[in-house]
């Protein structure tokens, strides 16, 4: 059974009202929680690219990623758990796991269960809840992963 009904939240999903990508996040993560991230994206054979700036390179172990000079470029690593639904981890923070959807890409039920799928894959690894707010909205989450019901559930009224 379905986390969530495309019909029940497809106001969250609408790009002009909620701003076209939303942020994602798991807040108080260490950098083995960081590792664990990247080891679940190897594992699962999601294809994905790592970049600092415009240059493309191989995908660094967590901590690379977060000594990495000031001067560097921005870190993105482009995850795609399916071909047509991408999620881009910026490493900006520290403690926090950040990525970014397209809810451009993710409209309707096949779409929002990739991303539901996503988010629990996540939350189970970490033991934590992966919270996804509108764009800019921080501390205002529209739904996530719950640890302790194993699903991701809507958090706020659409």
Not at 17 to 37: F, K, N, T
Not at 63 to 73: C, F, K, N
Not at 99 to 110: A, C, M, S
Request: hydrophobic share 40%.
């Amino acid at each position: 059974m379905a986390d969530l009904l495309w019909d029940d939240v497809s106001a969250v999903f609408d790009p002009d009202s909620m701003g076209s990508l939303p942020d994602v996040r798991v807040p108080d993560v260490s950098v083995e929680g960081r590792q664990a991230v990247l080891d679940l994206v190897a594992e699962k054979g999601w294809k994905c690219q790592y970049s600092q700036g415009e240059t493309v390179l191989p995908v660094p172990r967590a901590e690379v990623v977060l000594s990495r000079p000031v001067d560097a470029g921005c870190p993105n690593l482009l995850v795609r758990p399916t071909a047509d639904v991408p999620a881009i981890f910026r490493f900006l923070d520290d403690e926090v796991v950040d990525f970014d959807v397209d809810l451009r890409e993710l409209q309707g039920q096949e779409r929002l269960d990739v991303l539901c799928g996503f988010l629990r894959e996540f939350g189970r690894r970490l033991g934590r809840p992966v919270l996804m707010e509108g764009e800019g909205a921080y501390g205002h989450p529209i739904l996530g992963f719950d640890v302790e019901s194993d699903r991701v559930v809507l958090l706020m009224e659409p």
